[in-house]
């Protein structure tokens, strides 16, 4: 039997801090509570050691080996405690503590879109523009270190030679066929294939994702080439993809309900007041005063409720990629009002009414121009 009963492999994450993954439990471990190792896990970093406990006498010791010895003992710790039964609840458990420190996401969502990663299924994801979809698909294949591939199929035109590839004439060899990049892509296993704003594409493209996406199917049929060969999806490869879905995105076409249903979904929603200050204040601490970071993600978060309300004055929101672009310009010396006119006021139609979009969100912007004094107040009382 193993010396050693386990090992932690310890890290700082990107925000400075110590993250400790006990090996053998397969989980990472809150440090909250644990003091003890969270020391000796800082110094097994700075001396380049691995921690491992051992059994002495009825407690446990600490003791600091080389990287290389742990591997001696590593096949005899995994015979001690079995083969790990479940991987992927362990590696989710494991996960759900490691949220992006620059991206605000709820657990749920955050477990759902891993767990999604993990079993290779497809996962359409839905919202509003501007909240952060596209990221949150970057962010889970970053903290599962999978390789992710990024297919815009909004913009394409012409989605045989996106998705399948292009025929092309040489003097020398006469017609070939060169694939796409998305035929490479399915074939690299546990490759997460983003396959953005499908709900913008061509329904030819839709059509020719049907197999790939039909699990039981998973395959593409490469009909240009010669003896139209079926390429077969590769272990572990998941299909992301993102829509705007709603009345107020003109381009994107109601999403076929065949390939919608390949899809699990998981809906976006706008983030709440403390979630958006939290990103405009991971972006811009230091750059901006902690009210201004409030009055824009205030601002934002009142067009947001409004927006969803019974009885709607504005037909769109403020959205988080909105938010950053107005606090951006405040960094560059625009008053938090040019900024807004500039950032805020095209999003809302202008009809000269005086019910518009645009005099209703005029109106809301005036309660947070004020100097910083009484705008303290105003954000005191908004926030009782
Ligand atoms: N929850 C969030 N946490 C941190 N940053 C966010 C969040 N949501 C959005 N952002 C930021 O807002 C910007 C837009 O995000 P993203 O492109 O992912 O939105 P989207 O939902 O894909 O929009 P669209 O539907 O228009 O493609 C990015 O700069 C992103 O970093
Ligand atoms: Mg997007």
């Known amino acids: 039997m193993s010396k050693y009963l ?8 990107n925000a400075g801090a110590v993250v400790v993954y006990d090996g053998v439990a397969e989980e990472y471990i809150d ?39 742990l591997e001696d003992h ?10 790990s039964t479940q991987p992927i609840l362990r590696r989710l458990k494991a996960l759900a503590n490691t949220k992006p420190s620059n ?28 909240c952060g979809k596209t990221q949150l698909v970057f962010e889970a294949a970053k903290a599962l270190d999978q390789p992710i591939e990024y297919f815009n199929l909004g913009a394409t035109q012409d989605p045989r030679s996106t998705l399948i590839g292009n025929t092309h004439y040489d003097n020398n060899e006469g017609t070939y066929f060169s694939e796409s990049a998305f035929v490479k ?45 079926l390429i077969k999806v590769a272990e572990g490869v998941s299909f992301l993809s ?6 107020e995105y003109t381009a994107t076409r109601v999403l076929d309900r065949a390939l919608k249903d390949r899809f699990s979904i998981l809906e ?25 970071f409030k009055r824009v993600a205030n601002v934002a978060c009142k067009t947001r409720a409004e927006a969803t309300s019974n009885d709607p004055k504005i037909s769109t929101i403020i959205s988080t990629r909105k938010t950053i672009e107005w606090a951006e310009m405040m960094v560059d010396g625009f008053t938090f009002e040019e900024a807004a006119k500039i950032v805020v006021y095209p999003l809302f139609p202008d009809d000269g009414d005086v019910d518009s979009e645009r005099v209703f969100v005029k109106q809301l912007l005036q309660k947070y121009s004020m100097d910083d004094s009484k705008l303290s107040e105003t954000l005191g009382e908004i926030f009782k």
Request: glycine share 6%; net charge negative; hydrophobic share 40%.
């Open 242 to 247: 993102t829509a705007n879905v709603g009345a």
């Open 31 to 69: 440090l909250s509570d644990r003091p003890d190792i969270k020391q000796r896990a800082e110094k097994a970093i700075n001396t380049n050691t691995i921690l491992v406990t051992y059994k002495r006498g009825t407690r446990n010791g600490f003791k600091y080996i080389e990287p290389n010895e």
């Open 103 to 130: 991206y605000e996401v709820s657990d749920l969502n955050w477990r759902f879109i891993l767990r999604n990663i993990l079993r290779a299924k497809n996962l359409l994801i839905v919202g509003p523009s501007g």
């Open 6 to 13: 386990t090992y932690y492999k310890s890290h700082y994450d």
């Open 185 to 229: 892509a399915i074939q690299i296993p546990n490759n997460v294939i983003l396959l953005d704003e499908i709900s913008r594409a061509h329904p030819e493209a839709w059509n020719i994702l049907m197999t790939v996406l039909d699990e039981k199917l998973r395959y593409l049929r490469l009909d240009e080439k010669d003896n139209t060969p």
């Open 268 to 292: 976006v929603e706008p983030l709440e007041f403390l979630e958006e200050v939290n990103v405009l204040a991971g972006l811009f601490e230091g750059q901006l005063e902690y009210d201004d």
């Open 74 to 83: 590593f096949g005899s710790l995994k015979a001690v405690v079995g083969p």
